[in-house]
């Protein structure tokens, strides 16, 4: 068992489709080492992604417990989708075979999730999407995560689904301006639907978000969701 003392420090894993990231957490949530990052390796199999986890670890010194962000749904630490992965991740028990390898505890959660763990205020009805390889969703109620809302499949416009429309094989395929006005019809269409208070936008392509955004809507910068990592052991 890990005490939750001051000196405990948090392994946090992003799994994303183009990036695995890294990178060691004070139990504050600041960060202790700099960011490791390999490409997802491909055909992105458990096997091969949790070898890449190793090899990030191996570089980052000493921890003690271990946060992974995983872009599909997550239930006691088992991954049942993934869609921009590979289909051996269904059903796999992450958590287990990674505290296995890594000989530590791990917790696992969906990668929106982790990242609205890292960013939210923790009152009123809060909104964070992520966008990325795919689109990534999450809800909080007072701080309180509603698990797991895949709102990347659901049907936006025209019969596609936010991820058809807003994820980087869009993105690239239509260009900044094109998926920014989408993004603008998308955020208006969620705000409509959720009524929130805040709207968190997240993931690596967010950087690619310009507009004038409305005042309850934020960019998250791209470490947040390794941030969000802390915040599962403190349940
Ligand atoms: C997955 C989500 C994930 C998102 C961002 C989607 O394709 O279904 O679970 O949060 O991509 O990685």
Known sequence: MVEDNGSVRTLSVDIGGSGVKVMVLDITGK????RGRLETPQPATPEV?????????ASQGEYHRVSVGFPGVVRS??????VNLNADWIGFDLATTLSKQLNKPVKVINDADMQGLGAIAGRGVELV???GTGFGS???????LVPNMEMGHHPFCKGDTYEEQLGRAALEKIGDKK???RLQRAIASLQRLFNYDCLYIGGGEAVRVNMNLPLNVKLIPN?????????????
């Open 31 to 34: 960060p202790l080492t700099e």
């Open 49 to 57: 992604v949790i070898n890449a986890i190793a090899v990030l670890a």
């Open 77 to 82: 630490g088992v991954t049942e989708t993934a």
């Open 129 to 131: 999407i992520t966008l």
């Open 138 to 144: 999450a809800l909080f109620v007072d701080g309180k």
């Open 179 to 181: 998926w920014n006005k």
């Open 223 to 235: 470490i947040t969701g390794l941030l969000g990592g802390i915040a599962l052991w403190r349940e």
